[in-house]
């Protein structure tokens, strides 16, 4: 079962311009990561944001947690060509350690 | 650096083989997990372990099995290989709590 889903299904923005990604989820959570995939690799963790945050920076990314709404959203500002790839939200789910994965949102930059 | 290994890139197997696909960690991480990563469909779990020789079904578990006799070892094996099964499969590790997850670099698997 995939807890979270992100939104939009993709997204194509020109360099130096913001990209915001959403997630939604839909149990209670102990916390939610995004991470990134390059094409056809692995994917890589970007962010951790916990249950009791609402907030998180970490150089170009930002991350909020709505935990009312079910919600987080992924901010890159400034963006670059080397930042087109796959982004997915991961949510924890309160008294587990299992990563559930959303589709993911896909992020073109043109240079 | 955490890292997690997968034997092959790229793998092309015949239908009604048995395959396996190997992961190793060199982190001494408790938990491990299998996904598998379709066009549309996301990652799914298919299979997780938390300790050694433990191992969990995860949301697809028909078709594969698994296996941790060591610690820093999980692997996936398909018992007779189907072409449904053609995807993209990603080995992750976390440590015991809730942390983020580790991954390999998949193996992107065709049956023919």
């Known amino acids: 079962s995939q807890q979270g889903e992100e939104d939009p299904q993709a997204l194509s923005i020109q360099e130096g311009e913001n990209a915001t990604m959403n997630c939604s989820y839909k149990?209670?959570?102990?916390?939610l990561q995004w991470y990134r995939q390059n094409s056809g690799r692995g994917l890589v963790h970007l962010i951790l944001?916990?249950?009791?945050?609402r907030e998180k920076h970490s150089g170009r990314l930002r991350v909020t947690l709505d935990t009312s709404k079910k919600s987080s959203s992924l901010l890159i500002t400034a963006s670059r060509a080397a930042d087109t790839a796959s982004y997915f939200c991961a949510t924890i789910p309160g008294g587990s350690y299992i990563p559930t994965f959303g589709r993911g949102t896909s992020l073109i930059v043109h240079p | 650096d955490v890292k997690v290994t997968q034997s092959s890139r790229y793998l092309v197997k015949r239908t009604g083989e048995k395959v396996f696909l190997e992961c190793v960690q060199d982190m001494d991480h408790e938990n491990m997990f299998w996904y598998r990563q379709d066009p549309g469909l996301g990652l799914r779990l298919i299979y997780f372990?938390?300790?050694?020789?433990?191992?969990e079904k995860g949301d697809i578990p028909e078709g594969y099995s698994v296996s941790r006799e060591k610690k820093e070892r999980f692997s996936l094996i398909l018992e007779s290989a189907s072409t449904n099964q053609t995807s993209m499969y990603l080995c992750a590790s976390s440590s015991a709590g809730v942390t983020e997850a580790f991954f390999g670099q998949g193996t992107r698997l065709t049956v023919v």
């Open positions: 944001i916990r249950s009791n945050e």
């Open positions: 372990s938390y300790d050694v020789k433990m191992k």
């Open positions: 149990t209670s959570i102990n916390n």
